[in-house]
């Protein structure tokens, strides 16, 4: 192993007087003091035969035993596909056997593999909590969060986001994807997003959700619409009108069919478009509605570029929740950027 830079070696202000020597499991962590081994730093675990092995690794094997797709893998991690392929013959012949089987439709784990499994998990919890003890000692939160968000709910959660991590953790990045409930559920079940905002409760097999609101539903129109000068709408009403909607599995358009068919009312949608943006913009200039929540368009109401009003009898709401992948151990950044949503939803 190549000689460490001084940028390599960092002083953790005397955080540990030792770090402790642990070969129970055949894995050796080294002793500094007052100074983080330069072999932790750079994620890389020495086993007691003398192979180098490092924590990427280890994470590859976790994605692609999820995903068992080395695409979806490099994807995920940013890398190339062949370079994926690499590392994972390579930790294979470090460890002396296979530990995927390949075959045309991609990768499935061997026996030895699975055993492998739950000590490779337990190895990259162990580095990733080390990572946030760090972290909260020196009082800096780090890391890349990748959230995902349905349409109705992404504008004010996410400019709620960006300027509270501006302001109190520069160090955190969020990347945004928007998709539909259905989508962002496959997201969170291979790992491709850490943390979403939906309508509904994540399967429990790949995520921890917790309740979050519960908004009253709108409906919204164009500026000057005789019917916005009401107080309120019942749903049988509401349900006649023209509609623009995003088309299904949409949450919201669930949520108004159930409601539909229970009152045994026909909705009236006459055209399917699967941006939110567009939608409001269709709305903006033209004799269609749209139902949504009241949160979704807070922004062009308050401006006047839309008007909307309370539906009533029974009043809608729609129900969104904060989930965490179970495909990805949470980093510190991941349970801050939850606490700042958990935060957020609070006014409502």
Same mark, same amino acid.
């Given at each position: 192993m190549t000689t460490p830079s001084e940028n390599q070696v960092a002083s953790s202000k005397s955080l540990f007087s030792c770090l402790q020597l642990n070969s !129970? @499991? =055949?894995?050796? %962590?080294c002793k500094t003091s007052c100074k983080i081994s330069a072999i932790l730093l750079e994620n890389t675990i020495i086993s007691s035969t003398g192979i180098t092995l490092d924590i990427q690794t280890f994470e590859l094997f976790l994605s692609l035993s999820a995903t =068992? +797709? %080395? /695409? !979806? #893998?490099?994807t995920l991690m940013g890398m190339t596909q062949s370079s994926v392929s690499k590392s994972i013959a390579n930790l294979e012949k470090n460890l002396g056997t296979r530990? %995927?089987?390949? #075959? *045309?439709r991609g990768a499935s784990l061997t026996p030895e593999g699975r055993m492998v499994l739950p000590r490779l998990e337990a190895l990259v919890s162990q580095a990733n909590g080390l990572k946030e003890f760090v972290q909260h000692a020196e009082s800096i939160t780090t890391g890349t969060v990748q959230l995902a968000t349905q349409p109705s709910i992404g504008w004010p959660l996410t400019s709620h986001l960006l300027e509270v991590l501006a302001k109190d953790y520069p160090k955190i990045k969020i990347r945004i994807s928007e998709g539909t409930t259905n989508t962002i559920e496959e997201w969170l079940s291979d790992g491709r997003c850490e943390i979403a905002v939906l309508s509904r409760i994540a399967s429990s097999k790949f995520a921890e959700s917790t309740r979050l609101f519960a908004l009253p539903m709108y409906l919204v129109a164009k500026p000057g619409d005789p019917l916005m000068k009401k107080s309120k709408i019942t749903f049988k009403n &509401? &349900?006649? $009108?023209?509609?623009?909607? /995003?088309?299904?599995? @949409? *949450?919201g358009r669930i949520i $108004?069919?159930?409601e539909a068919k229970r009152q045994n009312v026909p909705l009236n949608i006459v055209q399917d478009v699967n941006s939110f943006y567009l939608i409001k913009r269709i709305v903006r200039k033209s004799p269609i509605y749209t139902i949504t929540t009241y949160a979704s368009v807070v922004e062009e109401l308050e401006k006047g570029e839309l008007e909307g009003i309370p539906i009533i009898e029974p009043t809608i709401r729609q129900t969104f929740y904060v989930c965490i992948s179970s495909k990805r151990i949470p980093t510190l950044a991941v349970? #801050?950027? !939850? +606490?700042l949503i958990l @935060?957020? +939803?609070?006014?409502?």
């Open positions: !129970r @499991n =055949n894995w050796i %962590f =068992n +797709s %080395f /695409s !979806r #893998t490099a530990l %995927f089987d390949r #075959t *045309g &509401a &349900a006649k $009108l023209p509609l623009v909607m /995003s088309a299904p599995p @949409n *949450g $108004l069919e159930e349970k #801050t950027v !939850r +606490s @935060n957020w +939803s609070e006014q409502f």
